[in-house]
Every structure is written in structure tokens, then in C-alpha cells.
């Protein structure tokens, strides 16, 4: 069975309302780790890897279950699809476009990115405008300027 111990809580959105729910980027790692496993025949069938987290909790992560309420692809699901992107990346028929966020903070690649983004006067210098707000923007603005000029 994979599993993972991390720094950061097993759960996100967890409080006195709310049950949370499970990361994505956890899932997605521990859906690779499966995977790895499955493949070199030290797995079950079964795709229940785990996360001890930074409270000393053992969080299941079933990788059957649906992303969210809105969304029945399974984790599983997101996982193939990442996959298959870091796959079309590796053959050049997809190029990965950079964002500027709060995680580059932790990525050794930070200063080379940064520079590529200010060079491309990419939207996610913007603060408070991430990925997601850029990537809807993309197809009719795609810079600094682009979006200065569209006021």
C-alpha cells in the first residue's frame, strides 16, 4: 500500500462545519505511487494509499471516490489526466504554461521562472490573479499590457 508522510494537514477545509476534503496534489501523488507499485506487482487491486500528516493522522485516500460534489471524475481520474499531460509534455506535443503562485516559494526554479514570467509580462504578476483567473483570460488577453490596454 503507498503512503506518505507530510508537513501540512491530510485534510484541507476540515473545521467544526465541515468534514474537508481531500488535496488533489496529495491524491495525485499518491495515485503515481500506486501506480509505480502496481506496475513492479507489489499492489492489491485496490487504490486506498494513505497520508500521515502533520497531526499524527492516518488519512485515507480512496482514489475511487469522486474529486467533489461538482465533479464524479474520480481521483483516479485526475491523476490519468495529469499523466497524460506530463506524457504529452514529454513528447513536445504540449507545451506547459508557467504561473506565478504562492508555491513557487518553495521551488528551486523560482528565480529562472520569475524571470521567464516578467519577460513575458505574464498575467499571474498580477497579485491576486493566479492560474485559474489567467487561463480564462488567456484566449483574449494574454499579458500585462494586453489587459492595461483592454481598460
Known sequence: MAGDIKSGAGIEGM???????????????????????GQVGFLSRDR??????????????????????????SLWDLYQEC??????????????????????????????????LKQDDDLTLIPELGRAKRDVMYRHLKTVHDLAQAT
Do not use: M, N
Not at 496529495?26 to 507499485?37: G, I, K, P, R, S
Not at 486506498?48 to 471524475?73: A, N
Not at 506524457?87 to 518553495?106: D, G, M, S, T, Y
Open 15 to 37: 473545521d467544526d462545519e465541515s468534514d474537508g476534503k481531500l488535496k488533489r496534489h496529495y491524491a495525485v501523488q499518491l495515485a503515481l505511487y500506486t501506480d509505480v507499485l
Open 48 to 73: 486506498f494509499p494513505f497520508i500521515w500528516d502533520v497531526h499524527g493522522q492516518e488519512v485515507d485516500y480512496d482514489l475511487d471516490t469522486s474529486i467533489s460534489k461538482r465533479d464524479d471524475r
Open 83 to 116: 499523466l497524460d499531460a506530463v506524457i504529452a509534455i514529454k513528447k513536445r506535443e504540449q507545451e506547459p504554461l508557467a504561473a506565478l503562485c504562492a508555491v513557487c516559494k518553495l521551488c528551486h526554479w523560482r528565480s529562472h521562472c520569475r524571470a521567464q
